[in-house]
């Protein structure tokens, strides 16, 4: 029977993602999670990744000043890095799309949260590791296919390498567990 059939019709649930993207239930279920704190565990690992999203932006931000500063210019303040942390965590948090992916408790959350690391390792060129976090998106969002496919054009081995490995992975894991 195939998949969407029996998700639909048998199971009765109206779900029209990639199966892939059911991948966070399925680990919740292999960790004994009761079903009753599913909601409350993923909206704390949504508000964590919020966190990981503004974190990520304030480690990018950093790097690109201590870069565009050269070797012989001043370090800020103390004061002045924490501020410039709190400006974006402030930015972060009343950003409207990450706001509002996270009160409607969408996957949004996560993928902005896994992308902004992915933006992170980039410039600190951790290839391998963006390739990698790149896959996990794709698995919850296919159409970030595109970025294996600008990953080759670029000839991004390390990337690509990565990026493919953890899709075909993932893929290969939720045909098995659906």
Not at 104 to 114: F, K, S
Request: charged letters at 10%; a positive charge; one cysteine or more.
């Amino acid at each position: 029977m195939p998949l969407y059939e029996r998700v639909f019709f048998e199971r009765k649930v109206k779900f029209q993602y990639a199966p892939t993207s059911l991948l966070p239930l399925y680990g919740l279920q292999a960790m004994n999670v009761a079903r009753s704190s599913w909601t409350g565990t993923l909206n704390g690992i949504s508000a964590l990744l919020i966190l990981v999203t503004a974190l990520a932006a304030w480690a990018i931000l950093e790097h690109g000043l201590r870069a565009g500063r050269g070797p012989s210019a001043e370090a800020a303040s103390r004061a002045d890095w924490v501020m410039r942390g709190v400006l974006v965590a402030a930015l972060t948090a009343t950003f409207y799309p990450v706001a509002k992916a996270f009160t409607l408790g969408q996957l949004q959350a996560w993928i902005n949260g896994l992308f902004a690391v992915l933006l992170w390792c980039w410039v600190k060129d951790r290839r391998t590791a963006a390739g990698a976090l790149a896959g996990a998106i794709c698995l919850l969002k296919p159409q970030f296919l595109v970025l294996l496919a600008w990953g080759l054009l670029r000839r991004q081995w390390h990337f690509a390498s990565a990026f493919a490995g953890v899709l075909l992975g993932g893929a290969g894991v939720s045909v098995w567990v659906v």
